[in-house]
């Protein structure tokens, strides 16, 4: 379903409602809270948002309630809601975008607008150039100076990037509003999206048209957007109402592939090819759209000159780079000697959904909606893995749950094509053990061990914790590695090369956890981990069906740690895997 600008207008309307129940403070500061939420589900929406209205089943959706589900309906049949009425009557014009500059109290802005007119950013700088603001009642000369400055210095993203999941939302959102207009060949997000970072600072599109100016035009009018920073004939850099930057190249289509290459790596990594280049005498900056054609040439593989990445890198004398590696962290000199993994693992070649919790422990979703969920996307087995019994705070499965659970399994089981594995996430104790007694865990089909508590451990306390339970004798899957959460919890200290030389000679292998705010363990770490020959799985990490979806992060990570198809053992099939984690 191709998204209408009606949803979008209607989510700007909601963080409208958000921002101005914001600005009264007290209670209301909540229900700004469930608006801002509610704006973000709209956006995001895949389904006719007509139809959900026509069949009353906006409440059936995470977070929307009976009375924001009158307000979008409002919004849907009018145009208007009787919530964001009321509340425009109560403050002054203008009164969001300006509360945004420092030291404009609601109190001033009132003032401001009852005695100058001042309603936007324009006609306060307007009042100031010409002199009138040092009349107005607690306003002077200093006063228009600093919000000179402030008019002077845009408003910035949030002072932290992005996590990725969030930027790639944001950024789907935005293609396709540019989608619905006609002026549109094709589009891709590149930058830190592309390139699978953990976090995002700034969301970069590329856009193909015949007419980029009318294309600007059309991306300026997205509702959600509440800055202009920059624009030229073919670019713009906006902020949105969540607080994400982002730039928008909008380019003719022969350009398309050149734009979409530019706006991707590094500047370290373009730097680093532009040596490449002085060494093959090619003097002229690489960067450039007639260079990069030029490059393609030389690096054709028929007689057509195909303008390709591939041809591009080809031309330099290289392989092909992929876009998670193109950070200058030896991707160059690694091609150059023919070293890069030309297979690196993709989302295709993942068989099964690896790490999964149900209702049993901390998911949302049962048994069989999982299942079925797995099914659908094609996977052929799926771990079902809760937690163990010491994380008490996560339902932990106690031995008698366990049975219970291991005979829902099999119930499920004669439901789905897709093969069900009974697993567990045991806990690894203070001592290294792992949680269940061992006759248990010899009788689970997967064993994820992981670190839950106790993460303030001394560096070589948690090393002899890891290494302990990376030798005992069971099979298992190194979870969350280092237990990072980002933003909010740095990696546990260990030493990381002794306990991976520990999994290199013990029956373990390291998870890449897909959770958006764990991706552990860190790239870097997983090239690590390679040198010693160790097996790798791609989890989910999946406390709900929709989590599912976190798999794309996780392959993500493990592109830009180098890894191989190969080296991952969910890429096997459903007989290959249970005999390869086989406790």
């Known amino acids: 379903m191709s998204k209408t600008p009606d949803q979008f207008a209607i989510a700007a309307a909601l963080l409208e409602i958000s921002a101005l129940l914001e600005l009264k403070g007290g209670k209301d500061r909540f229900k700004a809270r469930a608006y801002q939420r509610s704006a973000r589900v709209i956006a995001g929406l895949t389904e006719d948002l007509g139809t959900l209205i026509k069949q009353q089943r906006l409440t059936s959706i995470r977070g929307i309630g009976t009375a924001l589900a009158s307000q979008i309906g409002q919004l849907y049949e009018t145009g208007a809601s009787s919530v964001l009425s009321q509340l425009r009557q109560e403050f002054p014009p203008g009164v ?25 950013t324009e006609d306060l700088r307007a009042a100031i150039e010409a002199g009138k603001l040092r009349s107005v009642k607690g306003f002077g000369a200093r006063s228009e100076e600093k919000l000179l400055l402030s008019l002077e210095s845009p408003p910035t993203s949030v002072s932290q990037r992005i996590h990725i999941h969030h930027a790639n939302r944001i950024g789907q959102q935005l293609t396709d509003y540019l989608r619905t207009e006609s002026a549109l060949i094709d589009v891709g997000l590149a930058g830190s999206i592309r390139r699978a970072q953990e976090t995002v600072g700034t969301i970069r599109i590329v856009a193909s048209t015949e007419s980029p100016r009318q294309l600007l035009e059309q991306f300026l009018r997205f509702p959600l957007i509440v800055h202009l920073a920059q624009k030229d004939p073919e670019s713009c850099t906006v902020l949105l109402a969540e607080g994400a930057q982002v730039v928008l190249s909008a380019v003719r289509p022969n350009e398309y592939v050149w734009a979409l290459w530019r ?66 962290l030896g991707e160059i000199e690694a091609a150059s000697k023919g070293k890069l993994p030309e297979d690196l693992v993709d989302l295709e070649d993942i068989q099964g959904m690896v790490h999964c919790h149900t209702t049993y422990s901390d998911g949302r979703d049962t048994i069989q909606a999982m299942a079925a969920a797995a099914e659908a996307m094609g996977m052929k087995y799926l771990t079902i893995t809760d937690h163990s019994p010491t994380a008490f705070y996560a339902g932990g499965v106690t031995l008698d ?183």
């Open 96 to 120: 969001i975008e300006l509360s945004r500059l420092p030291g404009l109290s609601l109190n001033k802005i009132k003032t401001l607008s009852q005695t100058l007119g001042i309603a936007s």
């Open 263 to 328: 706006e991707t790596g590094t500047t370290a990594h373009f730097e680093k090819l532009q040596k490449v280049a002085a060494r093959r005498r090619l003097r002229s900056d690489i960067t450039s759209h007639k260079a990069f054609v030029s490059l393609c040439a030389r690096g054709k593989q028929a007689r057509a000159v195909a303008v390709t990445e591939p041809n591009f890198y080809r031309g330099l004398g290289l392989p092909y780079i992929p876009p998670e590696l193109r950070e200058d």
């Open 401 to 583: 749950r366990l049975k219970r659970q291991w005979d829902e399994i099999d119930e499920v089981q004669e439901n789905v094509k897709v093969k069900l594995l009974k697993g567990t996430e045991s806990d690894i104790v203070a001592n290294g053990g792992l949680d269940y007694p061992d006759r248990i865990l010899k009788k689970f089909d997967v064993i994820v061990a992981s670190i839950h508590s106790r993460y303030k451990m001394n560096a070589e306390q948690m090393t002899d914790r890891l290494i302990t339970a990376m030798r005992t004798p069971f099979f298992k899957i190194w979870g969350h590695a280092l237990g990072r959460l980002i933003h909010r919890r740095p990696p546990f200290e260990c030493h990381i090369e002794r306990v991976l030389d520990a999994i290199a000679e013990s029956r373990a292998a390291i998870e890449i956890n897909g959770d958006p705010f764990r991706l552990d363990m860190e790239p870097s770490l997983l090239r690590e981990a390679r040198k010693r020959r160790i097996k790798f799985v791609i989890s989910v990490d999946a406390h709900s069906t929709g989590a599912l979806q976190n798999l794309k992060y996780g392959v993500g990570i493990a592109r830009r740690g180098w890894v191989r198809k190969v080296e991952v053992l969910n890429t096997l099939s459903a007989k290959a895997f249970a005999k390869a984690v086989r406790p």
